[in-house]
């Protein structure tokens, strides 16, 4: 629910990146409600044909669901064009749904994995990443401060000031992230 509301909260920004789960979370859950509001229509339209009824019973539940669809589509045009920015393309490949088998293609590039690092639409939406790795950043902020702590006067052996406690892995005296994960030591 929350990378719905997150979408939601965004309602027309075209502009940057988002995640895989962002976009895919957003899907589901939209797709979740929009099932549901036509159960409930379509439960209303059988009780009415049941009653012997020509009422029109059911137009509050339409009314409802075309309510919801028209409030989620710029929310869902916007989260579908910075899924294709994360992939470093642009947004208007989102007509390219509009051609036979277009659409397989536009759900292959949603699938795919980003630009791993910034691209022209901006910073990686999944937070710090370099070419020492996925925690290139913390790790090298741990060797600096473990670096720093090392012109200090210490035993000659070093033993681990603790364990990580996200994968395990013994901690450096003096760092405050894990060498192996960046999790940040506590």
Same mark, same amino acid.
């Given at each position: 629910m929350y990378w719905y509301l997150e979408v939601m909260k965004k309602y027309a920004v075209f502009e940057g %990146?988002? %995640?895989r789960k962002e976009y895919w979370m957003f899907q589901l859950v939209n797709g979740?409600?929009?099932?549901? /509001?036509m159960c409930i229509f379509a439960l209303q339209i059988h009780s009415t044909i049941a009653r012997g009824r020509d009422s029109f019973a059911g137009v509050p539940a339409l009314l409802v669901f075309l309510a919801y669809?028209?409030?989620t589509v710029?929310?869902?045009l916007a989260v579908s064009v910075r899924r294709l920015h994360d992939?470093? /393309? @642009? @947004? @208007?490949?989102l007509f390219i749904s509009l051609v036979p088998l277009g659409g397989l293609v536009?759900?292959?590039f949603h699938v795919l994995d980003g630009t791993p690092g910034p691209n022209r639409?901006?910073?990686?939406?999944?937070g710090v990443t370099s070419s020492t790795g996925q925690y290139g950043a913390y790790e090298t902020l741990a060797r600096a401060q473990a670096a720093a702590n090392a012109n200090t006067t210490q035993p000659t052996i070093r033993a681990f000031q603790g364990f990580c406690t996200k994968c395990g892995t013994g901690l450096v005296p003096g760092s405050r992230f894990c060498m192996s994960c960046g999790k940040e030591a506590s």
């Open positions: %990146r988002a %995640r979740i409600i929009i099932v549901v /509001l669809v028209l409030a710029v929310p869902a992939a470093d /393309l @642009g @947004g @208007g490949w536009l759900f292959v639409y901006g910073p990686s939406p999944k």
